[in-house]
């Protein structure tokens, strides 16, 4: 064992001892909640409600961290009209401390592009995965969301992260293939261990159709994959105001804040911001990082 990996052991023993005596009040002070927002299918809106959540959220008064998990593609960046440099590959390689390649591209909201999908976090050194680690530790307390973007499909990322994260929240529309899709990246997810999903229904043209997407999602989960749980989480309307604004790369919390889209949005971020957290550990940034990277 190195220098570096005795202080960062000696840092973590540090604050169990202090978790210890914290997790005995109701109140938790253990960092962020962390979210995912998945798909079976591209292209059903991930990407533009993670970042008009992570506005909604701002505006509830949150510090967001919006963990990139889909390079590569039209993403955050795109939708936020901004062009981060650097990835977490530069604080792998320790070329970059993270909090030089974390970026704020609003006031309260901070984007970090994780990995392409050929690299792996579960596959670093275990040299790699403590510096990892530890330079996560040192941004705990200043975000209080983290809202993880990932790719559609099961690639290892895309499972690793949502395994990894407090709530999953699959993203589905009306169309039949997002169903299937929906419902084979659960059946994935499941088959690794997960059991809860948030489903959220993005692109119908109202509570009807949402509730008739959920019923069909949740009846094949629940029918074939015995203990799995799918919540209903809510649902953001079809609205033309979503294409303007990525036309114009700008969210439509921010471009049209009147839309139907942009209050749907409001509303789903105001009942995540209250919804119970699953465990005292479960929604920490520290165990994200740790169950991302299979630490054990
Ligand atoms: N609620 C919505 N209403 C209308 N169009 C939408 C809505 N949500 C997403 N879209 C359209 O879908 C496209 C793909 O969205 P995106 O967020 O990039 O999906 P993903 O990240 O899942 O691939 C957007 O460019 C937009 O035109
Ligand atoms: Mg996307």
Same mark, same amino acid.
């Given at each position: 064992m190195n220098v570096d990996q005795a202080s #960062?052991? &000696?840092?973590?023993?540090a604050k169990e001892s202090r978790m210890t005596v914290t997790k005995k009040g109701p109140v938790h002070d253990d960092g962020p909640r962390v979210f995912s927002i998945t798909?079976?299918?591209?292209?059903?809106?991930k990407t533009n409600l993670v970042a008009n959540l992570s506005l909604a959220f701002s505006r509830l008064g949150k510090r967001v961290l919006i963990f990139d998990g889909d390079l590569g593609l039209a993403n955050i960046d795109i939708v936020f009209g901004v062009r981060p440099q650097f990835t977490i590959? #530069?604080?792998?390689?320790? /070329?970059? $401390?993270?909090? $030089? @390649?974390?970026? /704020?591209?609003r006031p309260g909201i901070s984007i970090i592009p994780? +990995?392409?999908?050929?690299?792996?976090?579960?596959?670093?050194? /275990?040299?790699?995965?403590?510096?990892?680690?530890?330079e996560f530790e040192t941004?705990?307390?200043?975000?209080? @969301?983290? +809202? @993880?973007?990932?790719? %559609?499909?099961?690639?290892?990322?895309?499972?690793?992260?949502?395994? %990894?994260?407090? /709530?999953?929240?699959?993203?589905?529309?009306?169309?039949?293939?997002?169903i299937t899709d929906a419902y084979?990246?659960?059946?994935? +997810?499941?088959? #690794?261990? %997960?059991? &809860?999903?948030?489903?959220?229904?993005?692109? @119908?043209?109202?509570?009807?159709?949402?509730?008739?997407?959920?019923?069909?999602?949740?009846?094949?989960?629940? &029918?074939?994959?015995k203990g799995a749980i799918t919540e209903y989480m809510g649902f953001v309307p079809a609205d033309a105001k979503v294409r303007e604004s990525v036309i114009a790369r700008a969210p439509f919390l921010e471009k049209f804040p009147e839309s139907q889209a942009a209050r749907a949005v409001a509303q789903l971020a105001e009942k995540l911001a209250v919804s119970p957290r699953r465990t005292d550990l479960d929604g920490n940034i520290k165990f994200f990082m740790q169950r991302l990277m299979r630490v054990r």
């Open positions: #960062h052991l &000696r840092k973590i023993m798909s079976g299918k591209g292209g059903v809106g590959a #530069h604080v792998i390689s320790g /070329e970059k $401390e993270l909090t $030089e @390649v974390i970026t /704020e591209i994780a +990995l392409s999908g050929d690299e792996s976090m579960s596959e670093l050194s /275990e040299s790699q995965k403590l510096t990892l680690l530890s941004i705990e307390n200043l975000f209080d @969301v983290v +809202l @993880v973007d990932t790719a %559609a499909g099961i690639s290892t990322n895309v499972i690793y992260f949502n395994l %990894a994260a407090e /709530e999953c929240i699959v993203v589905v529309t009306g169309e039949p293939t997002s084979g990246i659960i059946k994935v +997810l499941y088959g #690794h261990g %997960a059991k &809860r999903f948030k489903i959220l229904v993005n692109m @119908v043209s109202g509570l009807d159709e949402a509730k008739a997407v959920y019923y069909t999602l949740s009846q094949a989960a629940e &029918r074939f994959l």
